[in-house]
């Protein structure tokens, strides 16, 4: 996969918070990610304002996309 350089950053980050997905109490396909867990992380890079910013931005993108794929790919319930 080409990962363009202005999304590097970004990708390496969500790679790394893999881990960090909320689950319903149930099971099935995640909440959304721990930010909670994730903002120490991004505040450890010393970025700017703008950086850390956009970088934010970047990361909830990549969240709603794979949770779109998660919910599209997750099994369907029985009638």
């Not at 790394?16 to 930010?35: D, E, F, I, K, N």
Request: glycine residues 6%; negative net charge; contains cysteine.
């Amino acid at each position: 996969m080409e990962v363009w350089p202005d999304n590097e950053r970004a990708l390496a980050l969500f790679q790394r918070v893999g881990t960090r997905w909320a689950y319903p109490t149930m099971g099935a396909v995640p909440l959304g990610l721990r930010w909670e867990a994730i903002y120490p992380l991004m505040d450890r890079l010393g970025l700017c304002n703008a950086e850390w910013d956009d970088l934010h931005s970047c990361l909830m993108a990549m969240e709603q996309s794979a949770l779109k794929t998660m919910r599209d790919f997750a099994p369907k319930p029985k009638p």
